[in-house]
């Protein structure tokens, strides 16, 4: 039973464009997302994450778009840059669940030069 | 100084052996967790210790049994490997339990099971 799926196993992209990662939620009890970033052979690293009651958040290059109406979030990445190129985790939890994140499969991310 | 380490970094062994995967944090966190990645790249949580308390224990098997020592650190034991264990195992930490206190990952300890 997946309930956070990012169905885009990679994307590429030229540096300077804008990286699109989407990822997608089934249960409506996930008010918290977060957007983790994994480079090979080490652990996730936290990028970004919103609120159910925002529908954007931007920290510099980086900004989370949520719409709940469609239990879709998107991250987009402008202008991207080799250095971003890893694998892109979207994560879901529900408040009061202790902190119990609920981890898509990743979108490999290829920042071309 | 590794926010997150876990030893040992990959995990070799046979079925039917028992071994441990240890973390230690030092951020001075409350929370720390363990995590799988399966084959098909699923990260799921296992355990969850808050100041030394079990708070969440997903279905695990009974032969997966955490131990926190103290605050700094949580161990992970199996007993009884099979082949379906082989996975990374990835600790994490966090300050608190709220949506404000994000995880902190290790950088995980691939174990083949043969």
């Known amino acids: 039973d997946q309930q956070v799926k990012q169905n885009s196993p990679s994307l590429s992209v030229q540096e300077g464009r804008i990286s699109i990662l989407n990822c997608d939620y089934t249960n409506s009890m996930f008010d918290y997302f977060l957007w983790y970033k994994k480079y090979p052979a080490e652990g996730p690293t936290f990028l970004i994450s919103?609120?159910?009651?925002?529908d954007k958040n931007e920290d510099g290059r980086f900004t989370v778009f949520l719409n709940k109406s469609a239990k879709h979030l998107s991250l987009h990445i402008v202008p991207s840059q080799p250095g971003d190129s890893a694998v892109y985790f979207c994560?879901?939890?529900?408040?009061?669940?202790?902190?119990?994140?609920?981890f898509g499969t990743g979108t490999r991310l290829q920042v071309t030069l | 100084d590794t926010a997150v380490s876990q030893t040992p970094k990959y995990l070799v062994t046979q079925m039917g052996n028992d071994k441990s995967i240890k973390c230690e944090q030092n951020l001075g966190h409350d929370t720390m967790y363990w995590y799988k990645q399966d084959s098909k790249k699923f990260l799921k949580i296992m355990f969850s210790?808050?100041?030394?308390?079990?708070?969440i224990n997903e279905t695990v098997p009974n032969r997966f049994s955490p131990k926190s020592p103290d605050k700094a650190h949580l161990n992970l034991h199996i007993n009884s490997l099979e082949l379906g264990d082989s996975a990374v195992y990835f600790c994490?930490?966090?300050?608190?339990?709220?949506?404000?206190?994000?995880?902190?990952f290790g950088n995980g300890t691939r174990l083949t099971v043969t």
């Open positions: 994560a879901a939890s529900i408040t009061g669940t202790a902190s119990k994140l609920t």
């Open positions: 919103i609120s159910s009651i925002k």
């Open positions: 210790y808050n100041n030394k308390e079990l708070i």
């Open positions: 994490a930490s966090s300050r608190g339990t709220g949506n404000n206190s994000p995880l902190h």
